[in-house]
Structures are given as structure tokens and as C-alpha cells.
Nanobody
Framework: QVQLEESGGGLVQTGGSLRLSCAAS????????MAWFRQAPGKERECVATTSWNSGTTYYADAVKGRFTITRDTRGNGKDNVYLQMNNLAAGDTADYYC???????????????WGQGTQVTVSS
């Protein structure tokens, strides 16, 4: 069972930056794709960014293009990390952010088998 652990959320002012991190307990073919989703109160969970290790394909939601960057690396022990650098944050970015891993590049939550517990991001004016 792959475990994902997020960190890096918090409170930031409008226009500020945060970097979210997600550590995967292991790498398998089932975790080729890693993604960040977010869910604001009263709204559905939406895909913010996703990236495929094998193909190098990366997707960003229109709302975050040019402000957010998803990257990933592998530590020396073979475990994957995925990051979400968030710049020029706005109130609309306030949400719980979730790391997810799966085998198919998709914006749909149902395509991701593994999920982290979430980390809260609050942007204040």
C-alpha cells in the first residue's frame, strides 16, 4: 500500500508563495502519475496539476497556469517526492490540497488510487 504524506500548507497573504511537498512511501508503476488536487469548502475536489514520470507530460488547471509549478524528484532511496510551488496566491486558492498518485494521467479523482491526508492552504487579504 503506497502512502503519501503532504506538508507545507499554512497561512499566507495575498500575493505570497507557498511550496507544498508530498513524499511517497514507494515507487511502483501504479504511481507513475502524481498530482495535486484541491477542495475548497462547499466545492468539489479539482485537479490543480498533474505530471507523469514516464512521459514527462504535465497538466495545469487554467486557474493556476503561470502561478503554480509541479515538479518531482527521486531521493537516493528510490522514493518519490512531488512538489507544488505556488506563487502570487489569491483568496480563491484557499483550500485543502491533496497529493494523489495513479497510473493514468487524468484530471479525474477516480483515476487516482492513492491519496494523502491533505494540507490546508489559507490565503488572506
Amino acid at each position: 500500500q503506497v502512502q503519501l504524506e503532504e506538508s507545507g500548507g499554512g497561512l499566507v497573504q495575498t500575493g505570497g508563495s507557498l511550496r507544498l511537498s508530498c513524499a511517497a512511501s514507494e515507487r511502483t508503476f501504479r504511481t507513475d502519475v502524481m498530482a495535486w488536487f484541491r477542495q475548497a469548502p462547499g466545492k468539489e475536489r479539482e485537479c490543480v496539476a498533474t505530471t507523469s514520470w514516464n512521459s514527462g507530460t504535465t497538466y495545469y488547471a487554467d486557474a493556476v497556469k503561470g502561478r503554480f509549478t509541479i515538479t518531482r524528484d527521486t531521493r537516493g532511496n528510490g522514493k518519490d517526492n512531488v512538489y507544488l510551488q505556488m506563487n502570487n496566491l489569491a483568496a480563491g486558492d484557499t483550500a485543502d490540497y491533496y497529493c494523489a498518485a495513479g497510473s493514468i494521467l487524468s484530471r479525474e479523482t477516480s483515476r487516482y488510487r492513492y491519496w494523502g491526508q491533505g494540507t490546508q492552504v489559507t490565503v488572506s487579504s
